[in-house]
């Protein structure tokens, strides 16, 4: 474990990439401690990323870019101006909502924080926004993204514990909502701080429902993705599919902003960010393998219940070694990697596996907007251009709004589970 942990964390803080630093700790790990062939970490790859179930996340990175790049975004931003944009930092409230709306569409963090970033961080700097602050607020909105459903981290949590994903879609419903609530009240407080005011017209039913109009069809993506799901009428994977086309034709025949160059250009990334993220996600499958070989879930489940049997406690423990994981690794790896070790746990305490799982996503996804390792942090201090050192201290604030959250999502499993049993 000293190996295998302490190697991957320590090559990964001399800057080597995060899929070649459990790729190399794994075999090192083989090399010295194992008596079965190297060779089985290249073929536990290919087993981890041969499943019909991960195809999803292609497909869901690629719809992201595509409704970036053909005006959907835009639109959702229009509809949340036109509702909220009046009140006091009411561009900050447009940011928390579009995220909302975005991520309920594309399931990813990164994804979210770009194309909102890119539409909403300008003109926050010509309302006299902080660089800084806006910049954060995009990135802590960013992770509402794979909260909401659809998301590629459950995704991710569904195949490597073998849990209903369309259930863990909707457990992650209400706490999405309450992070952008969280965020939404932090936001009207720090702007009352600093003065920054929201639009000058009060909301105008006309203006509502001529933005509602306009961006009807970036509002139906959520409602047939999810809604296909929940119907049985497609799986997340084919959900995922059926978004890219979705997103093809609003895009190119509706709103007729994406062009064959953009739709290049989205193939481009979605290829690119695919890539990255089945390198990680195969090295991590491997490593995992070789954890539940040695039956080292089993061990350090032992060990946490040996100190005490508590449950509060326990909880309490899993949610800090949970958040300071979130600040060191991306999450793919990381529930790849802990989820089989943590919860049996959390079953040795009747928990639902649904809810353990909205838990372990909802700290993860807070690790998005900590150093060292907060990814969307680093998407939005690219846009605004702005050093990702001087945004800690707004970031220091709105993960301690979301911790809030994931106390009330801890301790109290309606938040995750009223909509299922329901």
């Not at 970033?117 to 003109?123: A, F, H, K, Q, V």
Request: glycine share 8%.
């Amino acid at each position: 474990m000293l190996i295998l942990f302490g190697g991957m964390v320590v090559l990964i803080f001399i800057g080597v990439p995060v899929g070649y630093s459990i790729g190399l700790a794994t075999i090192a790990t083989f090399t010295l401690f194992s008596t079965m062939p190297v060779s089985i970490v290249a073929q536990n790859c290919f087993t981890g990323l041969n499943s019909f179930v991960l195809l999803a996340i292609p497909f869901f990175i690629l719809a992201g870019v595509i409704m970036s790049e053909g005006g959907i975004a835009r639109r959702l931003v229009d509809i949340a101006d036109s509702v909220i944009g009046f009140v006091t930092g009411g561009l900050g409230m447009c940011v928390v909502m579009t995220s909302t709306f975005f991520g309920a569409i594309t399931g990813s963090g990164n994804a979210t924080t770009s194309a909102v970033g890119s539409l909403l961080i300008p003109p926050m700097e010509e309302k006299k926004y902080g660089r800084t602050y806006s910049a954060t607020l995009v990135a802590a909105s960013g992770a509402i993204g794979i909260i909401i459903p659809p998301s590629i981290p459950f995704v991710i949590y569904g195949v490597a514990t073998s849990t209903s994903i369309g259930d863990l879609f909707i457990a992650g419903i209400l706490p999405g909502l309450l992070m952008c609530v969280s965020l939404m009240i932090a936001n009207y407080f720090i702007s009352k701080k600093h003065g920054y005011v929201g639009s000058d017209t009060r909301p105008q039913l006309k203006n509502i429902l001529t933005a509602l109009r306009k961006g009807i069809w970036a509002l139906l993506a959520p409602v047939i993705i999810l809604g296909g799901i929940y119907s049985g009428i497609f799986t997340p994977t084919e959900s995922a599919v059926v978004a890219v086309v979705y997103s093809i034709i609003a895009g190119a025949f509706i709103y007729r902003e994406l062009t064959w160059k953009k739709l290049q250009h989205a193939l481009y990334q979605a290829v690119m960010i695919n890539g990255i993220t089945s390198f990680i996600i195969a090295f991590s499958a491997s490593m995992a393998k070789y954890l539940s070989l040695e039956r080292i879930p089993d061990q350090i489940c032992e060990a946490i219940l040996s100190v005490t049997d508590n449950k509060f406690v326990i909880l309490f423990m899993l949610n800090i070694v949970l958040l300071i994981v979130g600040m060191l690794i991306d999450i793919i790896p990381a529930i790849i990697i802990l989820a089989p070790i943590f919860l049996p746990i959390a079953l040795s305490f009747n928990m639902s596996p649904i809810q353990f799982g909205v838990i372990m996503v909802l700290n993860l996804a807070i690790g998005f907007v900590t150093p060292p390792y907060g990814s969307t942090l680093f998407v939005a201090s690219a846009i605004a251009k702005v050093q990702v050192d001087r945004m800690f201290k707004y970031a220091v604030i709105l993960s301690g709004v979301l911790c809030i959250v994931l106390l009330l999502v801890t301790y109290v499993p309606w938040f995750s589970l009223a909509l299922i049993q329901h």
